[in-house]
């Protein structure tokens, strides 16, 4: 019964770094029509920055710094290589990214080597405890900064006029671009966005487990679970990630580590053949 | 097609002929010697040894081309198919006895029944959606090979073969090596040519350009995605088996995800839609990797030492993201255009226009 809490516990922390990479590569997805393969990448590099900048410059200011050149990062990459790329077939875009990601994963290890780097301490080390169990403060922050990261959000897209205008975005470029829309604004937002989303994951990642540049790796997991809940619709990647978290999570720690790795692609691929969209993907009607 | 001026087709032969003019014949039978006698050329075998591997990427990449740059239908397994096909040559070879010119084949076929296995999907999915079902193949058969059946697939140290034998020849050495692998990338190379231009060639186009403009047009699209399936990975099983013979050795590592990219980034910097493309790719990409490798040492001794150790880790990596990168922006149409730009030239020449 305990190690079951604690698989469940890890499964949840896992899940709400899953939920928080799947939703930044949502949110690209959603407006630009890419598929950001670098979003893990993205998250590495917030992790090793932070955990240099807040060395050198102190906890706050280097977070302030982290996350503005994460973002510059994402910004730069948006406007050079993906902007030449509109028009161009989906498996242009689709390797970009990923070669993209390479070359973020050769720079960093340019940069900051194979070493591990330690993260600012930012959460209290005195766990919760109910009764007998103890949770880390981590935990609890990574489930509570999903959950209001998702309320944010959803009213984000409803309420707010950029919301909006990111809808518009998704939904067909050229009539949002003829509505006033500046098109390319939009594309560089969502980058934006999703770069801080990758900074938010990084301090969960980085409090936990320090700086490594093979923390990119995580991406590739987050994959499953952006496209069990399907590719477009934010409500998808929380619940995705979840359901991928807690699944490697618990298959890791009754059956084997190995397992755990691929469960969450065997899964996606039954997803796959029995709802294509993903669980709440739009369903898009095609005419020729 | 463009011809040279004068040139007629007279006769049907002569219209669905793949080589058309004397100068052409001239060309082929000039470069099947010069394949023949290439060994004699090069004395070095390490450059014989990068000929080999190179030969054997081709055949996969043809797979791969005809299944994401014909059919359109994104691979991003197919490393893992190659490994397929070498993991059943290995397994027909030692546990059932057969020997290899027969395992190849058969090889050949397991590859193409499991890439139809994990093809299947492609009716009801598009784009990324099978890009990452194709990922997840990867995932699940590299796992496959490394924890299922340790006593068959050897877990993580994998398998190994005696070297192949033909009567009494014995391929061990790159140069015999070269003589099994050079028909075969030869053999490949036509069929995959002459099958892009048949019927089922110009089918797979027109599921690329839009599948259900070609679906209304009678095509049938689950039979075609998955020949399609079938044909891309029988060329990537006909290649792994060809690996198998060449390495001797194989183990799951040797199939990843990043191979797969790889493959993909070939198919880009080469051309897609282009058997000539194909090749051209793979001769850029692996020689590239030669240049890295050379270009490691030297980075050594000239930086500091701190330094040059990051920086050959990061090396390939970098070379690798930044060339498909910059192919991407600058020449998406691939090596295969220029050449085409090239040739163009000359045929114009000395005027300007012309493509």
Redesign the interface.
Same mark, same amino acid.
């Given at each position: 019964m305990y190690f079951l809490f604690y698989f469940l516990l890890s499964g949840v922390y896992l899940g709400a770094l899953y939920s928080m990479i799947a939703l930044g590569i949502v949110i690209i997805y959603k407006s630009t029509k890419v598929?950001n393969f670098a979003q893990g990448h993205l998250l590495m590099v917030a992790v090793l920055l932070g955990a240099t900048l807040s060395q050198t410059f102190g906890i706050i200011i280097g977070m302030v710094l982290t996350v503005a050149a994460t973002a510059l990062i994402a910004l730069l990459l948006e406007r050079l290589?993906l902007r030449?790329?509109i028009g161009?077939p $989906?498996? %242009?875009a689709?390797?970009?990214t *990923? %070669?993209?990601?390479?070359?973020i994963?050769? #720079?960093s290890?340019?940069v900051w #080597?194979?070493g591990l780097y330690r993260y600012p301490e930012l959460f209290p080390t005195e766990p919760f405890s109910i009764g007998s169990i103890a949770i880390e403060q981590g935990v609890v922050w990574a489930f509570v900064v999903v959950a209001v990261g998702f309320a944010v959000f959803v009213l984000f897209y409803q309420k707010a006029v950029l919301g909006k205008a990111m809808r518009a975005t998704a939904e067909d470029h050229q009539v949002s671009q003829s509505m006033g829309i500046r098109v390319t604004h939009i594309f560089s937002i969502s980058w934006v966005i999703a770069a801080v989303l990758a900074f938010v994951a990084s301090i969960f990642l980085g409090s936990f487990s320090g700086g490594h540049y093979l923390n990119s790796h995580l991406g590739?997991k987050a994959?499953?679970a952006v $496209?069990v809940g399907g590719?477009d619709s934010i409500r998808g990647a929380i619940v995705g990630g979840f359901i991928v978290g807690l699944l490697e999570s618990l298959v890791t720690g009754y059956m084997?580590g190995?397992?755990g790795?691929?469960v969450p692609? *065997?899964v996606?691929?039954i997803v796959?053949?029995i709802k294509?969209?993903g669980l709440f993907g739009l369903v898009r009607i095609?005419r020729? | 097609m463009a011809r040279p001026a004068g040139i007629f087709d007279i006769r049907y032969e002569q219209d669905i002929a793949v080589v058309r003019t004397m100068p052409q014949w001239i060309t082929l039978g000039l470069f099947l010697i010069f394949l023949v006698v290439l060994p004699q050329l090069f004395p070095d075998r390490y450059f014989l040894n990068i000929i080999n591997i190179i030969m054997i990427m081709i055949i996969s990449v043809h797979g791969l081309n005809i299944l994401t740059g014909f059919a359109g239908q994104i691979s991003a397994g197919h490393a893992a198919f190659m490994g397929v096909g070498a993991y059943a040559c290995a397994s027909f070879m030692t546990f059932w006895g057969l020997s290899f010119w027969l395992s190849l084949p058969l090889a050949g076929l397991t590859a193409g029944l499991v890439g139809i296995l994990f093809g299947l999907p492609s009716l009801r999915l598009k784009g990324f959606y099978l890009a990452m079902a194709t990922i997840a193949a990867q995932f699940i058969i590299t796992a496959f090979f490394l924890h299922f059946k340790p006593e068959i697939f050897g877990g993580g140290t994998g398998m190994s073969l005696e070297p192949i034998r033909l009567g009494n020849i014995v391929f061990d050495t790159q140069d015999n090596l070269y003589y099994m692998i050079m028909p075969f990338a030869v053999i490949m190379t036509y069929f995959a040519q002459n099958l892009v231009r048949s019927r089922m060639g110009r089918a797979f186009v027109a599921i690329r350009d839009n599948d259900l403009a070609a679906e209304i047009m009678g095509i049938s699209l689950f039979g075609y995605k998955l020949r399609a399936f079938f044909i891309g990975c029988f060329f990537a099983g006909i290649s792994g088996c060809l690996y198998i013979a060449f390495m001797r050795t194989i183990r799951p590592d040797q199939f990843s995800l990043m191979d797969s990219i790889w493959m993909l980034g070939i198919i880009i910097i080469g051309g897609m839609g282009s058997i000539f493309g194909g090749i051209l790719g793979t001769i850029f990409i692996k020689l590239l990797d030669e240049i890295v490798l050379v270009l490691t040492p030297f980075l050594g001794s000239v930086l500091p030492r701190e330094l040059a150790s990051r920086i050959s880790a990061s090396m390939a990596l970098v070379v690798f993201g930044l060339v498909v990168v910059l192919f991407l922006i600058l020449e998406p149409r691939g090596l295969a255009h220029q050449w085409e730009i090239l040739k163009g030239r000359f045929r114009h020449w000395p005027f300007t226009y012309g493509h």
């Open positions: 598929f290589t030449p790329l161009q $989906l498996i %242009a689709l390797l970009m *990923i %070669a993209l990601g390479y070359l994963e050769g #720079g290890l340019m #080597g194979e590739l994959i499953p $496209l590719l084997s190995e397992l790795e691929v692609f *065997i996606l691929l796959l053949m294509p969209y095609e020729i | -």
